[in-house]
């Protein structure tokens, strides 16, 4: 059973305090994505990584950026939060690109 | 730019009418569509995706149509049931294998 999980469930931040959200997945998946949330607007997907120090951008990076220095583990860092980044953050990971995507109970994150 | 347009944004019906969400999306090379199930409070679980290869795939009461041609998608659940509550998101494979989904469809199923 595939177990991705994130290092917070909810995290209450200041406006300009760099922020760091974690992803640990269990099953040697090659693939790791950062969504954020917003009702209306989807999933929409900030930053993803096919290998170890490998990143790519997705549809919205800016204001964020990744680090994956092992393969079981994808960090997401807001280096100066802002109150429009308040929103819900899911990881998720799967084999291949073309495969299942198992997601993250997701990380609430609200700046103020 | 790639893009996945998804309607309708809410659908209600009552328990035992079927449900459709449609999908359209941009990127012609597209070649995977899953449908993922997000319970209200829960992370968004995949229910069923269909590959360019084949028009139709069924799995009890939900199905997956697809129309490369005209590049839209659908789900379809039939005999609905109070546990079939929740959003749905379709998606399509965008450029280098990333998935881009739509902006979700809340499906409410009155007893």
């Known amino acids: 059973d595939v177990k991705v999980t994130q290092s917070s469930r909810y995290l209450v931040k200041r406006t300009g305090e760099k922020v760091f959200l974690e992803c640990v997945q269990d099953?040697?998946?090659?693939?790791m994505f950062w969504y954020r949330q917003d009702p209306g607007l989807g999933l929409r997907l900030i930053y993803f990584?096919?290998?170890?120090?490998?990143?790519e951008k997705g549809d919205i990076p800016e204001g964020y950026s990744v680090s994956r220095e092992k393969k079981e583990r994808f960090s997401l860092i807001l280096e100066s939060a802002s109150t429009n980044q308040t929103s819900m953050y899911l990881c998720?990971?799967?084999?291949?690109?073309?495969?299942?995507?198992?997601f993250g109970p997701g990380t609430r994150l609200t700046v103020t | 730019g790639e893009n996945v347009e998804q309607h309708p944004s809410t659908l209600s019906v009552q328990e035992g009418d079927s449900a459709v969400i449609k999908c359209t999306y941009s990127d012609s090379a597209s070649n995977y569509f899953p449908w993922y199930k997000q319970e209200l409070g829960k992370r968004p679980q995949l229910i069923i995706d269909i590959r360019s290869n084949v028009g139709e795939k069924k799995d009890q009461r939900i199905a997956v149509t697809l129309n490369k041609t005209a590049k839209h998608f659908s789900l379809h659940i039939t005999e609905t049931q109070p546990e079939d509550s929740a959003v749905y998101f379709c998606?399509?494979?965008?450029?280098?294998?990333?998935?881009?989904f739509g902006q979700g469809t809340e499906l409410s199923v009155k007893p």
């Open positions: 998606a399509a494979t965008g450029q280098g294998g990333k998935l881009i």
């Open positions: 990584s096919y290998d170890v120090k490998m990143k």
């Open positions: 099953m040697d998946h090659e693939n």
């Open positions: 998720a990971s799967s084999l291949s690109g073309f495969d299942e995507q198992y």
